[in-house]
């Protein structure tokens, strides 16, 4: 142990800085492979030029082979007893970031005379690959907050630092990758994608790095579990997930933000590309977009132990339905007028978002204690896990639906960023409308599904804390 490093009552490294920033590193980690997923739809049918229905057909596809691995990692991890050096959470998420360092770019090769045929199979499996690493390092991730400290406000803090990493690990790609991989007929250069996803890589896996060293595990793991009980019951698991209301609410509430988010993004691009006509700002004016959530951050934790989460998530969700009405019903138009009420509407659905986002990741924390509280089991890695499916099912299924709804409202791949005016005011509607459901999506599930507001979270830690003094 280090000199002058405080202690606290157990004898582990007072919680920190330290322990924020690490947890941060994580998730910059991770997105330093997940942001490029929005540019996936983009590459592959105006640059590969591979047919737009086919293409959403594909994603659909390993999207649900995406959802269906997070509960057999999930499960895989909260199974595996052997003893590791430090922890079986951090050694999974080492060998994770091992195979994320190239996997990133498999998704890009820039091949775009391949038959058809031939180009499925390079998609379906560069993306098969990359998703299994990134599944192995991040549903351990997701487990780690409840075992970093058991403390309400830390684990605000801990959440609001994970977003501060998914954010910069969101907003750096999203402004330097559109002056990087269009040129100025506003179309994409295959060929750049691929480098720089294997740039990406190498900085997601020193982050990771960082991550793995400067964590504290504070909270046994299996405390609570009974030690007679040594098989792993993943249909007993599966059930109590469905029974876990906060598990559920604010996997509901997630599913809404990645329709908006992920959903969108695709219709989104061709709005910027052949609506405003400008598409190398669009990551400048999405990375502006995230200052509310940049000032909310430093506030999250003195508010979440003011008000409590639930409650400051579902004023959020308000805030962004209101936003996304104003982007549905005011005369956007194609000109500096139109594009600077689209900025101030992402502002203020970014907010609402926002709020949620810093303290969604210790909502899940709570809700995997109270699936403690309520079965007498933690599965940390099985509640997490399953919240991830359903989440990666919004992120798999929203942007093939969409894809299949910008073809019918006349995208036309092959015209790449020049797509028709009505084209492109198609897609700015269609943006809008599904903004606008996200946020009704949110707003249920945080405000009529999850139940754990500020008093009941208090009860359960208090009797937890019982519980495990007297175990």
Known sequence: ???????????????????????????????????????????WTQFMQMPSLWYSALLLIVQVWDAINDPIIGSMVDADKRQYKRNKFLQYIFVGSIGLLVAGALCFVPLPNLALPIKCIVFVAGYVIWDAFYTVANVPYGSLLSLISSDTGDRASLSAWRSVGSMIGNMVPMILLPMLIYDANDNIIGERVFFVALLMGVFGFLCFQYMIKNTVIRVEADVNCNEEKVKFNVKEALGNFMKNRPAVGATIAAMGMFLGMQGATAAN???????????????????????????????????????????????????????????????????????????????????GIGIYSTVNWSMMGDAIDYNEWKNGSREEGTVYAMHSFFRKLAQGAGPSAVLVLMVVLGYVEANEGNQLFEVALNMRYLVAGLNLLSAVLMFIGLGWVYNLDKKTTEEMKAELANLRETA
């Open 1 to 43: 142990m280090a000199k002058n490093v405080k202690l606290d009552e157990k004898g582990y490294p007072k919680y920190g800085m330290k322990d924020n920033l690490a947890y941060a590193a994580g998730d910059l980690g991770c997105n330093m492979s997940f942001a490029l997923k929005g540019t996936l739809i983009i590459f």
């Open 269 to 351: 691009t061709v709005v910027w590309q052949s609506y405003f006509n400008n598409v190398q700002i669009s990551g400048l004016v999405s990375a502006f977009a995230m200052i509310p959530i940049v000032l909310f951050t430093p506030l999250a934790r003195k508010m979440v132990v003011k008000y409590g989460k639930k409650e400051l998530a579902t004023i959020g969700s308000l805030l962004s339905i209101v936003a996304c009405i104003a982007m549905v019903a005011l005369p956007i138009t194609a000109d500096g007028k139109g594009m600077l009420m689209w900025v101030v509407c992402q502002l203020f659905n970014s907010l």
